[in-house]
């Protein structure tokens, strides 16, 4: 993974923010919670960027491309207002890559991408990232601990998606940089509301069960945005988790467990046709630190 200066500074900058954040709220405030996640899943799905009268391919997101799996790297900031409500922040960054070799000429973004050379794919750290924020409502719980929880909020998306290989042809000489040609989803991205669940239930000697759902979609809209016409733009976000945690008394909690997502987003104008549809199910690891 290469992250350029200027990037590693962006990503240790909004770090600080949320830790200086945390430090700096009073004392006798409602508790607070910081998470960093990891994550690695085996992706499915396709991509397909139409460029006025040129057609894409409609690329796999797997193996045919030779993306063998996808990384996550998140943080959460929670705010519990009280013991029944809480406010939550989530930053997510995710990378798809991988290079193989087709034997049929790829058309992406308007660019004519050779056969039988290298096609790499690429949505990198910082160019493929989402911002999620949810207001949490506790529904039910238990003297024994256990809750269920209803949330509501929103999912706004930031993705750019790079192809590189021997170009043949391109319909505009601005769609191409050097060998490689990107669209860029967030130019016309609207945020998509969200609504979720949220289930614990503790076990013994310091263990619980966890699970949460979260999903929203965007019907067709019109993005305000115009590109060769207006874009209206169609977008699903949905992510299940099942997993166990362990609690220690100085705040720390580590979770293990299994996780699957979907994110479909559609934009079409006169002047482009943008579709992707991307699963993932793999295994996440996260630590949690509550003060």
């Known amino acids: 993974m290469k992250i350029s200066a200027a990037g590693f500074f962006n990503l240790s900058a909004c770090l600080a923010g949320l830790v200086l954040t945390a430090v700096s709220f009073p004392a006798d405030a409602a508790p607070w919670q910081l998470q960093i996640d990891l994550a690695r899943g085996v992706p499915g799905g396709f991509i397909q960027v139409r460029e006025n009268n040129v057609s894409g391919t409609a690329l796999p997101l797997g193996p045919a491309l030779g993306i063998d799996y996808v990384q996550h790297l998140s943080f959460d900031a929670i705010d519990e207002i009280n013991r029944g409500r809480a406010l939550l922040l989530n930053v997510d960054f995710s990378r798809v890559y991988g290079e193989t070799l087709r034997p049929m000429p790829v058309y992406f973004n308007g660019v004519q991408l050779a056969a039988n050379n290298p096609l790499t794919t690429n949505a990198s750290w910082l160019n493929n990232w989402q911002l999620t924020a949810l207001y949490r409502q506790r529904l039910l719980g238990s003297t024994t601990g256990a809750r269920f929880d209803g949330e509501i909020g929103f999912t706004y998306v930031g993705l750019t998606y790079s192809l590189q290989g021997h170009p043949s042809g391109a319909a505009s000489p601005s769609e191409l940089s050097g060998s490689r040609t990107s669209e860029d989803f967030i130019t016309q991205e609207l945020p998509v509301p969200q609504l979720g669940l949220h289930f614990r239930y503790p076990l013994p000697a310091s263990w619980e069960v966890e699970a949460d759902f979260l999903g929203g979609h965007l019907p067709r809209l019109y993005s305000l ?56 199910h793999g295994l996440y690891l996260n630590l949690r630190y509550r003060f």
Do not use: P
């Open 225 to 280: 945005r115009n590109e060769g016409g207006k874009v209206y733009v169609t977008q699903t976000n949905q992510e299940a988790r099942l997993g166990v945690a362990y609690h220690w008394e100085n705040g720390m909690q580590l979770g293990l467990g299994w996780y699957s997502r979907y994110f479909m987003q559609n934009e079409q104008s006169a002047e482009d046709g943008n579709y992707i549809q991307l699963t993932e």
